[in-house]
């Protein structure tokens, strides 16, 4: 298959040889969404930048890190604005809310608060993401690209099958994917080859991982550490995904 704009992201992620070529993808998607945000070009000043930024906000791993990149006022100008529109809906919640009478046997339930407009209210702003958002949409686009790939690109096809297969989440995804990218006879010869892959590899990672406690008994003290040095960042990301060992991204 002839490389296009499209497809080029997910070729630079399979050749990086990572344990899970999505989570490299998710990298460089995140930095240049913080980028966007808080760089040089300076988004965060445009309207429509900002209307966006002050509806949805921020969760609490992306307030991390763009304070971990920088650009202080940048941070300060999108939490100014966002103040304001979310104390004004606050307020408005507030003004509309009638706590609700609990019947007896109601205070006795485990979760008998749990329908609270406020609460919910609360736990919706938590939800809202402006760069989770973005993310997902282009994930989105991502996961079609594989479809796609993998179904016209014999030679994509064939590094897939021989590479070091995907994380627990991304895989998760790619399974969801499948029921609806690929026809019948497709899910029959996708599933077993996938399968087959994630066995080898999450084996693969358990005994690097195992080898690299086996290290740590002095009787293994000139024994030679394989391929287990990074087990522990390379383990982690293989059950959750993302890169436990990378320093935080910095505004450049």
């Known amino acids: 298959m002839k490389e296009q704009l499209y497809t080029i992201p997910l070729n630079d992620a399979i050749n990086a040889n990572d344990e899970c070529p999505f989570c490299f993808i998710e990298r460089n998607v995140e930095q240049d969404l913080l980028d966007f945000v808080l760089g040089s070009g300076s988004s965060y000043m445009e309207s429509d930048v900002r209307e966006a930024t002050d509806k ?4 609490r791993n992306h307030f991390k890190k763009m304070f971990d990149y920088g650009n202080t006022l940048g941070n ?27 019947p007896l046997m109601g205070k006795l339930k485990k979760n008998a608060g749990a329908g609270n407009p406020i609460g919910l209210w609360a736990q919706e702003q938590e939800k809202s993401c402006y760069i989770c958002k973005r993310f997902a949409d282009t994930y989105d686009r991502y996961l079609d690209t594989f479809f796609v790939m993998y179904k016209k690109d014999g ?13 627990l989440p991304h895989f998760g995804d790619l399974c969801t994917a499948a029921e609806t990218k690929l026809n019948d006879k497709e899910k ?16 693969r990672l358990s005994d690097d991982v195992a ?4 290290k740590f008994d002095y009787r293994n003290h000139a024994a030679d550490w ?10 982690m990301q293989k059950l959750t995904g ?4 990378d320093d935080p991204y910095k505004m450049k």
């Open 155 to 167: 030679e994509f096809r064939r590094r897939i099958q021989s590479g070091k297969g995907f994380c």
């Open 188 to 203: 029959a010869e996708f599933f077993p080859v996938i399968f087959s892959l994630m066995e080898k590899n999450m084996q």
């Open 76 to 102: 300060g100008w999108i939490l100014k604005t966002h103040f304001l529109r979310l104390n004004q809906d606050m307020k408005s919640q507030f003004q509309s809310f009638t706590p609700q009478k609990t």
């Open 56 to 59: 949805a906000g921020f969760c």
């Open 242 to 245: 993302g890169y436990p060992a």
């Open 211 to 214: 080898w690299l406690v086996e």
């Open 226 to 235: 394989k391929n287990s040095k990074d087990a522990v960042q390379r383990g």
